[in-house]
């Protein structure tokens, strides 16, 4: 129910930022997740399908989420590096 609400109510923005939340609880809840960083072999496209939205508008979203410093991303990985900026994105908008 809160996915489906998500989807029409925040803005993309802040739908990428709930869906590393949401994973990140996900896999730290298993053991999957080292620190902060857990394995995100999502595409573009394939979380532009998951939220609704263009590609490009998960490109330009990650960017920023990048620039604000709530995370870091490479080859596969995401290193969670503000967690708490990460959460307030994710419920705004």
């Known amino acids: 129910r809160e996915w489906m ?3 029409g109510r925040r803005l993309a923005y802040s739908r990428i930022a709930h869906l590393l939340c949401e994973l990140y609880q996900r896999m730290n809840a298993v053991g999957l997740a080292e620190g ?9 496209d394939e979380i532009a399908q998951l939220i609704g939205v263009r590609r ?5 979203n990650l960017a920023r989420l990048e620039a604000i410093k709530c995370l870091r991303r490479n080859r596969g990985q995401t290193a969670i590096t503000n967690r708490n900026l990460l959460e ?4 705004t908008g």
């Open 5 to 7: 609400t998500s989807i």
């Open 56 to 60: 490009e508008t998960v490109a330009r």
């Open 88 to 91: 307030r994105t994710a419920t």
């Open 36 to 44: 902060r960083t857990i394995a995100f072999p999502l595409t573009q």
